[in-house]
């Protein structure tokens, strides 16, 4: 026992001291990169694993079509990075192998197709997520996820912390025996207040006079007590804008009230309560297969499809009916973000027609619906007719 004590006492050190160097590092202040002034523009590309390629190649043809003018012209280049895939993950036992991560840090912005996270038992070693390891490499702090149901007056912006919580030590808990097992939360000042600045931020811009933010500090004190306590901090440079701490269980259970949801509209909260909040709400705009993700960082951003790589699909053979919105919405987000926001507008408004209003043609993950292909045909001529404005208009008045 005093072995494990000891133990326990030098893993905990060393968890201590790496956290405390992160946090001193988040403060030397970095400036974001301006996406304007680059040229090339560097566009890096993950396939993916399971419906990741099948997917990808419809989203590729969306932004081939959009960003047709500017790739001829050189002034964005496309790189496929092929070595995402949990086969090479697994044989190199990492979550993003060395070359990899060199090539992802050689591009200004990432989209990238789902890809596998094993699991303990699974058949991979049990590696750490790529999604997650990528989101630290890259310091991509801010997990950006709008879920937007017009007809029922819901228009939520939620911004996930995406480095800590309970997240950043995911893979370095510790089991002192068969019976006893921890894992470790962390909270940082400067990690809680970009975050949450970045929500206040987004209110300020929009003209939105509310923001909710979302722990269990009545619980998870220590931790989730900082997030708040920076939270009144911040809110205290927008004097405009109310805020309300909220706890996530009953934050959880009002976001399915129809009469107290649509007041909420920016929604901000540590990593984990974020991942399963969102998660619910995706699923009331139509499944997490609708939702588009973005991570934010000042130096890089990563774009990405909300939901998994469907295994299960591909085994059943019914990888061709994967409904690839999910990643085409992650595209749009990453437009947006560099710069392409009219072109980012419109596949967003046929998006919605597609996937919410017209539904001309509808995906259900077999044959009881249409491909992926034929659902992206019908994406890219919405987003290509003459009359898009208009149509859209008239579903949303
Ligand atoms: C998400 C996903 C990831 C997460 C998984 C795949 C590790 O659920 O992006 O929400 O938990 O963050
Ligand atoms: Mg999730």
Redesign the pocket.
């Given at each position: 026992m005093n072995d494990m004590i000891q133990k326990a006492q030098r893993h905990f050190a060393e968890l201590v001291r790496t956290q405390m160097e992160r946090s001193e590092k988040m403060k030397s202040a970095q400036e974001w990169l301006d996406y304007r002034t680059l040229e090339p523009l560097i566009i890096g590309f993950c396939w993916g694993d399971g419906i990741g390629p099948i997917i990808s190649q419809e989203t590729e043809r969306v932004l081939n079509t959009i960003l047709q003018d500017d790739i001829a012209s050189g002034r964005i280049e496309f790189r496929t990075i092929a070595g995402l895939t949990i086969e090479n993950r697994a044989r190199q036992l990492k979550a993003i192998p060395d070359d990899v991560l060199q090539e992802l840090k050689a591009c200004h912005v990432i989209l990238k197709a789902p890809t596998t996270?094993p699991e303990k038992g699974g058949p991979y070693p049990n590696i750490e997520?790529a999604?997650?390891a990528m989101r630290r490499e890259l310091d991509l702090f801010a997990n950006v996820r709008p879920v937007k149901i017009p007809q029922e007056g819901i228009d939520w912006m939620f911004f996930r912390e995406n480095t800590e919580g309970e997240y950043v030590l995911g893979s370095k808990g510790f089991a002192a025996s068969d019976d006893v097992a921890f894992d470790f939360k962390v909270i940082t000042r400067p990690g809680a207040e970009r975050i949450i600045r970045m929500a206040f931020d987004y209110a300020r811009k929009n003209n939105i006079d509310s923001v909710t933010v979302v722990t269990k500090a009545n619980v998870i004190k220590t931790t989730d007590g900082l997030f708040l306590e920076v939270a009144e901090q911040v809110a205290r440079d927008f004097p405009e804008i109310k805020w309300e701490g909220w706890y996530i269980d009953i934050m959880t259970a009002k976001l399915i009230d129809p009469k107290r949801r649509t007041q909420f509209r920016v929604i901000v909260m540590p990593n984990l309560y974020g991942?399963i909040l969102?998660d619910e709400a995706a699923e009331m705009q139509g499944g997490v297969g609708t939702a588009g993700?973005a991570n934010i960082g000042k130096r890089y951003a990563m774009f990405e499809a909300?939901h998994?790589s469907a295994p299960r699909m591909i085994a059943e053979g019914r990888g061709q009916y994967a409904d690839p919105s999910s990643l085409i919405k992650a595209a749009g987000m990453m437009l947006n973000h560099i710069g392409y926001v009219e072109q980012a507008d419109k596949l967003q408004k046929a998006l919605e027609i597609c996937t919410q209003f017209e539904k001309k043609i509808t995906i259900t993950g077999r044959d009881t619906g249409v491909t992926g292909r034929e659902f992206c045909d019908y994406i890219l001529e919405t987003m290509v007719a003459s009359d898009l404005d208009e149509k859209y208009r008239s579903y949303i008045l």
């Open positions: 996270t997520s999604n997650v991942d969102t993700s909300i998994g």
